[in-house]
């Protein structure tokens, strides 16, 4: 029987004393795009994090493709890991490297490839987001779009059959907001992937989403397709998607 790409059972997270998810129970299949809305501050990047296996839970599993996260010893993590493309908030783009070395780091990490075919995959990577000319270019020298899609080349290096992407089109304007989101859509179909996105915007979720899932109030509620999600009697996602002040959910 084929694993889930991602399974939660009965997850709580704890941070600095604090519950910020408490337990939390879904299943992702292979080939989804699952879209985490939710206010500021409500859990949703620790939500993201703790599926990639960068936080570990207080109660509860996490299952990457059948895996537990909390049973791997470290070689174990670094092989699950080879999985997973994470395209953080702030692109977490190394200052100090160019863009095709930016790319080129986890090939080196993670791989015995020849340069050769680190110099061949990186190349693809930059093509696949645009940037092929920018190779040279250091992220001070790029915009912030650029260095949002060079995080989504850098995630990709590793042909990763999961990409979590938090917020990708945070401080973008409007027509490079759409741009990154046929980009993604895009490589979603090049790569064959599951992607896991987080955006604070219900026009992104609506496009993108085969399935959205709101946090809020330290719960995690699949609200379902977007007229799902949209037409929700749900109280707290009745709430977010209506903007309104009033109600159960606890804005951040």
Known sequence: MEHPALKLDHVTVILGGEVILREVNFEIPHGETFVIIGPSGGG?????????????????HVFCEGEDWQNLQSEGKRRLARKIGVQFQKSALFDSLTSFENVAFPL?????????EIKK?????????????AQSLFPHELSGGMKQRLGIARSLALNPEIVFYDDPTAGLDPINTDIMLDLITQLKKNYHSTVIMVTHSLICAYKMADRIALVANQQVILAGNPQETEASK????HQFVAGQMEGPLRWG
Do not use: N
Request: hydrophobic share 35%; with cysteine; charged share 35%.
């Open 108 to 116: 080196r990490e993670h791989t015995d490839f020849s340069e050769e």
């Open 44 to 60: 949703k990047t620790v939500l993201l994090k703790t599926m990639a296996g960068l936080f570990k839970p207080a109660e509860g």
């Open 121 to 133: 995959k990186v190349l693809s990577c930059l093509k696949d987001v645009g940037l092929e000319e």
């Open 234 to 237: 749900d109280p707290l996602v």
